[in-house]
């Protein structure tokens, strides 16, 4: 009796304990989203703004929900598609560019982290030198903006002169309404460093700081940029909205997105910047890769492959 005694207060030990880890609560959160790594002598931070689930299913053109399905499938994901919202920092170690600013409180609820995975990554806003801003859609300028204010009051934020006269006008916002929301976005989010005479557009394919240069486009806004980072033999491309969904659009490039205001444009400009990138092998950083959003392309049949970076620990 006394062995049966003993044996049953183990067992109800220890289903005590069991009950008391099965009641720890569940934190529901992740560590901070950032990532770091070396190109070069220069330091690259992605820096996640949040994500947000899109219903890609209807987003893409030139494709049939069946076959997006079936892309989306393979990949073990569905649509509405939780989708990553990325910006990047380039620590030159005389200048700190960041590209592209996270949505702030233009694109919905789930995102707006940028600030504070900014801060966890080890940087302050009045530290920012430069701001490079793809395209002026919500998602990339909504985080110039705090409380009315410049968030970054030291930057000097400059993007493709076509892109500003185009998203920066009264009178284009009046020729499509559809889209006023983005004009107003886009002014809000510029005119107080237009005010302080900190906004400096650009033309052409330029050099803005040493190390960093721009390819002037348009496509998926009158003047979507991309950006060109080198350092000792190092190429880091970073793309902006290029490709929105990388499960579909890499093994069908001829894919474009509701979004893109003119899709021969867009779709012409991803096979150009696709296939340098798998040519030369060079990095590339998206903002809607999933996050960190970096990685190398190569040529796969009539489409590419995305082979996201591996991670690696800086020493």
């Given at each position: 009796?006394?062995?049966?005694?003993?044996?049953?207060?183990?067992?109800?030990?220890?289903?005590?304990?069991?009950?008391?880890?099965?009641?720890?609560?569940?934190?529901?959160?992740?560590?901070?989203?950032?990532?770091?790594?070396?190109?070069?002598?220069?330091?690259?931070?992605?820096?996640?703004?949040?994500?947000?689930?899109?219903?890609?299913?209807?987003?893409?053109?030139?494709?049939?929900?069946?076959?997006?399905?079936?892309?989306?499938?393979?990949?073990?994901?569905?649509?509405?598609?939780?989708?990553?919202?990325?910006?990047?920092?380039?620590?030159?170690?005389?200048?700190?560019?960041?590209?592209?600013?996270?949505?702030?409180?233009?694109?919905?609820?789930?995102?707006?982290?940028?600030?504070?995975?900014?801060?966890?990554?080890?940087?302050?806003?009045?530290?920012?030198?430069?701001?490079?801003?793809?395209?002026?859609?919500?998602?990339?300028?909504?985080?110039?903006?705090?409380?009315?204010?410049?968030?970054?009051?030291?930057?000097?934020?400059?993007?493709?002169?076509?892109?500003?006269?185009?998203?920066?006008?009264?009178?284009?916002?009046?020729?499509?309404?559809?889209?006023?929301?983005?004009?107003?976005?886009?002014?809000?989010?510029?005119?107080?460093?237009?005010?302080?005479?900190?906004?400096?557009?650009?033309?052409?394919?330029?050099?803005?700081?040493?190390?960093?240069?721009?390819?002037?486009?348009?496509?998926?806004?009158?003047?979507?940029?991309?950006?060109?980072?080198?350092?000792?033999?190092?190429?880091?491309?970073?793309?902006?909205?290029?490709?929105?969904?990388?499960?579909?659009?890499?093994?069908?490039?001829?894919v474009t997105i509701d979004f893109d205001s003119a899709p021969k444009e867009?779709?012409?400009?991803?096979?150009?910047?696709?296939?340098?990138?798998a040519r030369a092998g060079y990095l590339i950083g998206g903002a809607h890769?999933?996050?960190?959003?970096?990685?190398?392309?190569?040529?796969?049949?009539?489409?590419?492959?995305?082979?996201?970076?591996?991670?690696?620990?800086?020493?």
């Amino acid at each position: 009796m006394k062995r049966l005694a003993l044996a049953s207060l183990a067992a109800a030990t220890v289903l005590a304990h069991a009950t008391s880890f099965a009641a720890a609560p569940q934190l529901k959160t992740n560590a901070p989203a950032f990532y770091r790594m070396m190109l070069g002598e220069f330091e690259v931070t992605a820096i996640n703004d949040g994500s947000t689930a899109l219903p890609v299913d209807t987003l893409l053109q030139g494709i049939s929900k069946a076959d997006i399905g079936a892309a989306l499938k393979k990949n073990f994901i569905a649509s509405p598609l939780e989708t990553s919202f990325n910006a990047f920092l380039i620590n030159t170690g005389s200048k700190l560019v960041l590209v592209d600013t996270g949505a702030a409180g233009l694109f919905g609820p789930n995102l707006g982290k940028f600030a504070a995975n900014l801060k966890a990554a080890g940087y302050a806003p009045e530290q920012i030198d430069e701001i490079y801003i793809t395209h002026m859609h919500p998602d990339h300028v909504g985080g110039l903006l705090l409380n009315g204010q410049s968030a970054f009051p030291n930057a000097i934020v400059r993007a493709q002169k076509q892109e500003a006269d185009y998203w920066l006008s009264a009178d284009n916002m009046a020729k499509a309404p559809a889209k006023a929301d983005y004009f107003k976005g886009a002014m809000a989010a510029l005119n107080p460093y237009v005010a302080a005479g900190k906004f400096k557009p650009f033309e052409g394919n330029v050099e803005l700081v040493p190390g960093i240069s721009t390819h002037a486009g348009k496509g998926h806004t009158p003047g979507h940029a991309t950006y060109v980072v080198e350092s000792k033999g190092q190429k880091l491309v970073l793309i902006g909205d290029l490709v929105h969904v990388a499960d579909v659009q890499m093994a069908h490039p001829a894919v474009t997105i509701d979004f893109d205001s003119a899709p021969k444009e867009a779709l012409a400009e991803r096979h150009q910047a696709f296939d340098a990138a798998a040519r030369a092998g060079y990095l590339i950083g998206g903002a809607h890769l999933a996050f960190p959003g970096l990685g190398h392309l190569r040529k796969e049949g009539k489409g590419y492959a995305y082979v996201p970076v591996n991670f690696t620990q800086i020493h």
